[in-house]
Structures are given as structure tokens and as C-alpha cells.
Nanobody, 123 residues
Framework: QGHLIESGGGLVQAGASLRLSCAAS????????MGWFRQAPGKEREFVAT????????HYADSVKGRFTISRDDAKNTVYLQMNNLNPDDPAVYYC????????????????WGEGTQVTVSS
């Protein structure tokens, strides 16, 4: 089966940037739309961004528009999330996943979840 591994999280100060990576294996990566989600303690898993085939289309949650950028490199089977100007609303475990059912912002339509990578923001 397909397998995803997220990386790039860490502890940063408010206003700083991080670039998350999600490496995929066991699937035809270029055939799938990909999404980033996040989950903070005590909260529901939240949509962050999604990217379509070959990066032609992208969609973002209102809370991250203008700050986060999703991209993909199909030659490397990798999707990225560039996060700029991090703020106290951003700390969470960030997950990537494969779009299986054209769910748009609903995480229940995605699959092949990785273990996630922790993002922490200090002030």
C-alpha cells in the first residue's frame, strides 16, 4: 500500500517560517491530488491546503491564505508546505494525505495518512 512520511516540523518563534515535506512511496504519486491537514490538542483535524494534479490547482483554508504555500515535485514523489509568518494559531501536528474521493476540505475523504510532524510556535 501507499505510505507517506512527513518531516520538517520543529519549534520556532512567532513570525518565523518552516517548510514541511511529505515523501510518498508505493503509489503513482503524480496521479493523486494531495492535502495537508493539522490537528491541535483537543481539536478536530483541520484542512490546511490541497494541490491538484501536477500542481495546476491549489486551495487553502482562510486561516492560512497568504502565509502558506503548497507545492509538489512529482519527480521526487514529494509534496511540500511552506509556512511563513507562523502565529500562535498554527501549532499542531501536521499531516499529509492522499485525495481518494474528491473530498476537497473533508479529511474523511483522504487516505494513506502519515504519522505527522509537530509544529510548535513560541512567543
Amino acid at each position: 500500500q501507499g505510505h507517506l512520511i512527513e518531516s520538517g516540523g520543529g519549534l520556532v518563534q512567532a513570525g518565523a517560517s518552516l517548510r514541511l515535506s511529505c515523501a510518498a512511496s508505493g503509489l503513482t504519486f503524480r496521479s493523486y491530488c494531495m492535502g495537508w491537514f493539522r490537528q491541535a490538542p483537543g481539536k478536530e483535524r483541520e484542512f490546511v491546503a490541497t494541490i491538484g494534479w501536477r500542481g495546476a490547482t491549489t486551495h487553502y483554508a482562510d486561516s492560512v491564505k497568504g502565509r502558506f504555500t503548497i507545492s509538489r515535485d512529482d519527480a521526487k514523489n514529494t509534496v511540500y508546505l511552506q509556512m511563513n509568518n507562523l502565529n500562535p494559531d498554527d501549532p499542531a501536528v501536521y499531516y499529509c494525505a492522499v485525495d481518494l474521493w474528491d473530498p476537497y476540505t473533508d479529511y474523511r475523504g483522504y487516505g494513506y495518512w502519515g504519522e505527522g510532524t509537530q509544529v510548535t510556535v513560541s512567543s
